[in-house]
């Protein structure tokens, strides 16, 4: 991709995104040849802060279409308001004309990346959430740069064509033609030494005593067996900002097995029960 000065614009990371080098090459590699980026990996591990990322260090609008499971794809295009249309041709008290069903046509994420002056960075989150009709059928859309506004006979072709990002969390299956349509590359869960990166970038004055005690003391919780719903990224973040907070709080704590405020990094009850148990192990 180049800027209107000719030059080629390569992604190197954001103000607070933290990536390895074989991230940025794919990310990288995906623009060049104008094919959607899919991203796997467990939740927490940056897959849609990526998109937000690579928007930031472009300079390019962001757009989040958010799937939900009962989404079609239409939706993700345009919507064709009639209820609003049906009020104002009952009162009869709206500027529009009601006879131009174009009046009533509001575009979907997909449609507003479509029709953006500028390129654009769409982000599709969580494409797994959806059917696998709505999974094809958004990559032939997205294939052709185009689709069809059945309601006033309108093709709408995209101005320029947007940086897509898809993000799955792994939790249904994706169909063979969706795969062989994308660029794909699997988050790793980070291992210490760049979450220890990843901590100094979101907390650059924290010590690093106190960032290497909560650190180590994440990922050993993070190995506890029977853990359902493992801490993730944002769960160490939140946690430290609460250390943070606590003007009584000394790495020292943690130096002798206790962990304050579990609850920030255990969401479910039943992890939080074990984990609890393995605490108080940790401290005999």
Known sequence: MVNKNNQRMTFQGASRYVLDDELAKIVNVS?????????????GTGKTML??????????????LNV??????????????????????????STRDV?????YIRMGKIGQAFAAHTRTVLLIDEIDKADTDFQDDMLDVLDQMQFDIIEIDKTVTAIHRPVVVITSNAKKDLSDPFLGRCNFHHIAFPPPDMMRRIINVHFPRVPDDMVRA???????????????????????????????????????????????????????????????????????
């Not at 623009?31 to 939740?43: R, V």
């Not at 998109?51 to 989040?64: D, F, G, H, N, T």
């Not at 609460?242 to 304050?260: N, W």
Request: hydrophobic content about 40%.
């Open 68 to 93: 939900k499971s009962s989404m079609k794809l239409v939706d993700a295009l345009y919507q064709y308001d009639t209820l609003t249309r049906l009020n104002d041709s009952r009162f009869g008290d």
């Open 214 to 284: 909560c650190v180590d003391t994440f990922y050993r919780l993070r190995d506890i067996e029977g853990i359902e719903k493992k801490p993730a990224t944002r769960e160490l973040i939140n946690w430290i900002r609460t250390l943070k907070a606590d003007p009584d709080f000394s790495p020292t704590t943690l130096g002798r097995g206790e962990v304050p405020y579990p609850g920030v990094l255990f969401k479910k009850s039943p992890d939080m029960h074990v984990a609890e148990r393995r605490i108080s192990r940790m401290m005999r």
């Open 51 to 64: 998109a937000y990322a690579i928007a930031e260090s472009l300079k390019m609008p962001l757009i989040v």
């Open 99 to 103: 006879s131009n069903i174009e009046d």
């Open 31 to 43: 623009i060049a040849l104008e094919m959607p980026l899919l991203l796997k990996g467990e939740p």
